[in-house]
């Protein structure tokens, strides 16, 4: 989807490409994981105390180590916001540094801490299109082993599992770094909801809770959380119908 983008006089000052939805094939070679709020570089007590950490170059390197010891190369993982906080001016260089260092295709959605990560967003930007446009998804940084891809506020994910004939067998997932009490489809269980920012506070989002969504942060899951892991979650879950709308006001996707 394209929108025309003007400035308060309505003149035109460019385009803003903004693409919200995404299909991913699963298969035993390209799995999909999810994680939020990880929170590099962070040296707060607030962080380490509640990971059980004393340093946070312990905790930098176990977070680390644990991803890479569960996601492959091949492997993709969407990321519902807050990286990395706390490294200051060196915020920009930690971030090349940490990506660099992480395995798979980083699938990147903006928190409400973007330390260094917007600075990089920005020079991709000007690098590609000058002054042109402010905001453009997706657009991708190559890493060592993958890639990081910039993917906006929110996102519906597709995943088709094998190339289902049957679109039951695909799976929705509406994922966002803040929880949203309705989403698309939110009433008909077709879509699950996958968010963070909460750091296992939110009630709603936890993984006993029955409401269709999920806090898929480090305060709960400590390590990035596979598709079928979430799976297994939302199976003890149950669908609440909050929406009235009928079908002629309320089209699928």
């Known amino acids: 989807m394209e929108i025309l983008r003007t400035d308060i006089k309505g003149r035109l000052i460019g385009k803003k ?134 993917r906006g506020y929110n996102l519906l994910v597709k995943v088709v599992k094998d190339s289902p004939k049957m679109m039951e067998q695909s799976r929705y997932l509406f994922c966002s770094h803040f929880a949203h009490r309705l989403w698309i489809d939110s009433h008909k269980g077709r879509v699950w909801h996958i968010s963070g920012h909460s750091h296992g506070s939110d009630p709603e989002s936890q993984p006993e809770s029955s409401k269709l969504r999920l806090d898929v942060g480090i305060e709960n899951f400590g390590e990035p959380i596979g598709l079928e892991e979430v799976e297994k979650v939302f199976e003890n879950k149950r669908l609440e119908v909050v929406d009235h709308h009928d079908k002629s006001t309320n089209p699928s996707f």
């Open 17 to 150: 490409i903004m693409y919200n939805k995404l299909t991913i094939q699963e298969s035993q070679s390209k799995k999909i994981y999810f994680v939020s709020d990880l929170h590099f570089c962070h040296d707060r007590p607030f962080i380490l105390e509640k990971r059980g950490f004393k340093t946070i170059q312990e905790h930098d390197e176990t977070l680390i180590e644990r991803w890479n010891k569960k996601v492959r190369p091949s492997d993709i993982v969407i990321n519902c916001g807050d990286f990395i906080l706390g490294a200051g001016q060196k915020s920009q260089e930690k971030f090349y540094e940490l990506i660099n260092r992480l395995n798979g295709r980083h699938i990147y959605l903006w928190g409400n801490h973007n330390g260094g990560l917007k600075p990089a967003y920005q020079k991709l930007i000007q690098e590609k299109y000058g002054n042109k446009v402010e905001e453009v998804y997706p657009l991708s940084i190559p890493t060592k082993y993958g890639s990081f891809e910039y």
